[in-house]
């Protein structure tokens, strides 16, 4: 018996590509939308004084949400899941322990009601429109000429998020203040996040029937949610990508 409702093809055909583009791309659950808001705030002048899960579209789009519209501001900084394509001038990719990410995909699919069964029948029966999460980090990392492309993981960005992003702006080609970076990291802090989730709620498309888009940001939370039999068998699919990482 499947256990999937729905799966999306979201692939996406871009539209006008600039030279100087940069593309945030991740696999799903990564912590893509953390990093979009630190950069929101190091790289615009917030006016309301706050990123929330509304404005962020227009400051970092998403862009199975909308193309951005916003002409002037260079360079565009956008977010996408695809796994990999050539047509993309620059990239941040940023990835995470893969088992964290499954842990994460499963919670997020049964919110929305795409998926519902055990942690165990999702890793088995695991089927996206972006493909496994090892072919997408290694189709973006493991090749010859990466110069164009900046990797970075969710688990160095939480121990060391000002090292981290300043070396990352740096890639992007700004500059940015020592203490606008350090407000960023602290506006973007996991309980801050969760409080502007609260008190300015999701746009449907984020929807997940009141449950929390911002849930546990966990670095290893998997060893408490994965038995052994949900272990293996993910560990079957992607172990050889997990320690090419250099996750233990
Ligand atoms: P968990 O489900 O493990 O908690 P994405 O934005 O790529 O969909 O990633 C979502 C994951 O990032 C979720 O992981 C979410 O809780 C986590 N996350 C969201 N905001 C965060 C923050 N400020 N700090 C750390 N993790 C965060």
């Not at 088995?124 to 990466?146: K, P, Y």
């Not at 164009?148 to 740096?170: A, D, I, R």
């Not at 801050?192 to 029937?209: D, F, H, T, V, W």
């Amino acid at each position: 018996m499947m256990h999937f409702k729905f799966l999306r093809k979201k692939i996406f055909n871009p539209k006008k590509i600039y030279v100087d583009d940069v593309f945030l791309v991740s696999y799903p659950k990564s912590g893509n939308t953390w990093l979009r808001f630190m950069l929101a705030y190091c790289l615009h002048d917030i006016e309301s004084e706050s990123v929330d899960f509304h404005n962020i579209q227009t400051l970092i789009p998403d862009i199975y949400v909308g193309w951005p519209t916003n002409k002037k501001t260079r360079p565009r900084i956008m977010k996408s899941h695809e796994p990999y394509t050539p047509r993309y001038p620059r990239v941040i990719y940023l990835y995470r322990d893969g088992r964290d990410v499954i842990v994460s995909y499963y919670y997020h699919s049964i919110q929305r009601n795409q998926f519902d069964g055990t942690l165990y029948e999702f890793i088995t029966e695991f089927n996206s429109a972006f493909g496994s999460w090892g072919g997408h980090v290694r189709g973006w990392l493991d090749r010859e000429d990466i110069t164009n492309t900046y990797g970075l993981s969710y688990e160095h960005l939480k121990e060391n998020p000002f090292v981290e992003l300043s070396n990352l702006l740096n890639f992007i080609g700004v500059k940015v203040s020592t203490a606008r970076i350090k407000s960023a990291i602290r506006l973007s802090s996991f309980d801050n996040m969760r409080s502007i989730e609260k008190n300015k709620g999701l746009p449907s498309y984020l929807n997940a029937n009141n449950q929390d888009f911002v849930r546990k940001g966990n670095v290893g939370g998997w060893k408490t949610e994965l038995d052994i039999k949900a272990l293996d068998s993910f560990m079957e699919q992607a172990s050889d990508t997990l320690f090419w990482l250099g996750y233990k």
